[in-house]
């Protein structure tokens, strides 16, 4: 069974663009979330996807949004890049419980914003 | 507030040699407590995790922890370290609110192994 997939594994953007992240779950999974990594501020929760609908959220600006897809996967958008949003953005797959089930983590995707 | 800490920042063991990572938390219910292993070729992984139940869990690779709760710890132990327990590793709370469930984690504590 693959696992679980992030597109693309390395972005450099520009302070005030926006970008889009992408996760594909693992087969029959249907609860994605996503979690940004940083050196300063270690490892956040950002939100949680379940059935299409954001179950949990974290403590995160408006600016850092997702969505999830009929097919599970989902994508994950940061507008207006700030230089402190450079980071290893995670994504992870469960069954259907989520956070709080075992999660399945992506490679992830390392954003640099410039 | 929820937190997590990770008093160790870095630990550097024998092989073969016994492990302790520390983890204090501070949750006002009874914690959802997690610990996850992050290495450069296996990403992040669960280890183990503690809801309720029996206070000493049993995890994957040889790892165990226990949940004390007069301490609010739940540190992680493993009586023989193997040269691929190199790695980092995260001690978590999961805080239950509806509609706003969250994972908060501590800093991290990397763990070298010497041969």
């Known amino acids: 069974k693959a696992g679980v997939t992030q597109t693309p594994r390395y972005l450099i953007k520009t302070r005030g663009q926006q970008v889009t992240l992408s996760c594909s779950p693992i087969?029959?999974?249907?609860?994605v979330s996503w979690y940004q990594q940083t050196p300063g501020q270690g490892l956040q929760f950002l939100f949680e996807?379940?059935?299409?609908?954001?179950?949990n959220k974290g403590n995160f600006p408006g600016r850092f949004s997702g969505r999830q897809f009929s097919n599970s996967r989902s994508e994950m958008n940061v507008s207006t890049l700030e230089l402190g949003d450079s980071a290893l953005y995670l994504c992870?797959?469960?069954?259907?419980?989520?956070?709080?089930?075992?999660?399945?983590f992506g490679p992830g995707t390392r954003l640099t914003v410039t | 507030a929820q937190s997590v800490t990770q008093p160790d920042i870095h630990i550097t063991v024998s092989e073969g040699a016994s492990l302790e990572l520390r983890c204090n938390y501070s949750?006002?219910?009874?914690?959802?407590l997690f610990w996850y292993v992050q290495s450069p070729g296996q990403g992040l992984q669960l280890l183990l995790k503690?809801?309720?139940?029996?206070?000493l869990v049993q995890g994957i690779k040889g790892f165990e922890a226990e949940f004390k709760r007069s301490q609010s710890s739940f540190n992680l132990r493993k009586p023989s370290v193997h040269w691929s327990d190199a790695a980092e590793y995260f001690c978590?709370?999961?805080?239950?609110?509806?509609?706003?469930?969250?994972?908060?984690f501590g800093t991290g504590t990397r763990l070298t192994v010497i041969p």
């Open positions: 992870a797959s469960s069954l259907s419980t989520g956070i709080f089930d075992e999660q399945y």
């Open positions: 087969s029959g999974h249907r609860s």
């Open positions: 996807y379940f059935s299409e609908t954001q179950r």
């Open positions: 949750y006002g219910a009874t914690p959802y």
């Open positions: 978590a709370v999961g805080a239950r609110q509806t509609g706003a469930n969250n994972l908060f």
């Open positions: 503690y809801f309720s139940g029996d206070t």
